[in-house]
């Protein structure tokens, strides 16, 4: 964006602000309800089931009466809970997830009641800085939930998310650098106006896919859905929670998916911008069109998380971890250090495009065989421990050994403790006499 598009943020008519601040509200929560009922209608064809087609045309308005029944559902209040912090919590976590879309651009400049105006509520120069700020003050929400819920099973479910939110929030920033290495801003609408030529999810695939990686697991969606976990945690961080304040979580849960694919969308797929070959009709990036470009492409990612959930099944927190902190991270760390290379060969070092892929590639090449020595010298290890455990395990076991009875692992064997003779008298010659 140049320095004179930027001089339309921050001017607008107090009552135009308030359009768009309603028209994202109502937005969202159309967003919300729809996504709903979509996912329920995905899955159940995923399963052979007919979801719901009873109340409103196709089913529509299940989701609209889902939530009036939360609202009549009766409040009950834990005497066990920390009332204060039990209130607010869930007032965090849908705040947060509304306010995230401020700074999301949803179309250029257009004539609003005759106003010019960027379909966009604001935009500065560390937008994207801002996003994660609020998407991390929305993880507090259930953090503090859990913790005042006063429920052991609540507080490990608010624990995973903590260490959850840590994890895969670095992974997640880190997708971002070689974005603002490319477009040269962390603004949004700049970054959209960056990729007119193409799409950065083409020239950086390795950090689209490791944001969208990193976007499941910040949402808690399956199936990365550790801290709601049903079979271990009963309902996760939110037991303790029923009527409006279950259904404000239940709220910031799809507003998040919404505000995670927006962001995927700005940053990754042209935003607002019509995919080709749309794009070649030369309106299509005018007027209010892109609303509709931008709404297909971030229902696409919706889709995404709607298909994960009905096809994988929940990680192990293991698992989770260990794929966050030794997988997502260091493969962010090696993205960035070649785009940043291949940026500084370019800007400061004559070389061609195909010098840069061929350095790039023999960069890769490096990196995918250090990678295969490590885990061979790794797996060599294990098998050499494995070895080792099954001749220990090989040995005859003695249960008497520490002085105390001890049952044998799987592999002993056990030696059963012989009959000792009483005396030097055998019995045959007891019976001779």
Avoid: C
Wanted: no cysteine; hydrophobic share 55%.
């Amino acid at each position: 964006m140049t320095d004179g598009q930027w001089g339309w943020f921050g001017v607008d008519p107090w009552w135009i602000v308030i359009v768009k601040v309603l028209g994202i509200f109502v937005l969202l929560v159309l967003l919300t309800l729809f996504t709903i009922w979509w996912e329920r209608r995905v899955v159940s064809r995923m399963q052979h089931r007919i979801g719901p087609n009873r109340v409103g045309p196709f089913g529509l308005l299940q989701s609209l009466m889902d939530g009036v029944k939360l609202a009549l559902k009766e409040e009950i209040v834990p005497k066990g809970v920390h009332l204060a912090v039990y209130w607010i919590a869930p007032i965090i976590s849908a705040t947060m997830a509304f306010v995230a879309f401020a700074v999301i651009p949803f179309g250029p400049l257009v004539n609003m009641f005759g106003v010019q105006t960027p379909l966009q509520l604001t935009d500065f120069p560390v937008s994207v800085l801002y996003v994660l700020a609020i998407a991390s003050i929305g993880i507090y929400g259930i953090v503090l939930a859990g913790w005042a819920s006063g429920s052991i099973y609540p507080l490990l479910g608010g624990l995973r998310s903590s260490a959850q939110m840590i994890s895969y929030e670095i992974a997640m920033g880190l997708s971002f650098v070689a974005v603002f290495l490319y477009a040269g801003s962390m603004s949004t609408s700049e970054i959209v106006a960056s990729q007119e030529p193409i799409w950065f999810a083409v020239i950086l695939l390795p950090s689209f896919l490791i944001y969208v990686t990193a976007m499941v697991g910040e949402t808690n969606r399956a199936p990365f859905d550790l801290p709601e976990a049903e079979g271990e945690l009963v309902g996760g961080f939110h037991t303790e929670y029923s009527s409006m304040k279950f259904a404000l979580f239940f709220l910031a849960e799809y507003i998040n998916m919404v505000t995670v694919s927006a962001l995927a969308t700005t940053l990754f797929l042209g935003g607002w911008r019509a995919p080709w070959p749309i794009s070649l009709w030369e309106a299509s990036n005018t007027g209010y069109w892109p609303i509709l470009w931008w709404l297909v492409k971030v229902q696409i990612f919706i889709f995404v998380f709607i298909w994960l959930r009905g096809t994988l099944p929940r990680l192990r927190y293991d698992q989770f971890m260990k794929f966050g902190w030794k997988v997502l991270i260091p493969v962010s760390i090696a993205w960035i250090l070649i785009v940043a290379t291949a940026r500084v060969l370019r800007n400061d070092v004559t070389m061609t495009n195909t010098q840069i892929l061929l350095i790039g590639g023999a960069i890769i090449v490096v990196l995918i065989l250090g990678s295969w020595l490590l885990q061979s010298r790794s797996d060599r290890k294990a098998a050499e421990q494995e070895e080792a455990e099954a001749k220990a395990m090989a040995r005859p076991f003695d249960a008497m050994a520490g002085g105390y009875p001890v049952p044998p692992m799987p592999g002993q064997h056990v030696t059963l403790p012989t009959r000792r003779a009483t005396s030097s008298v055998t019995t045959q010659e007891a019976i001779d006499g």
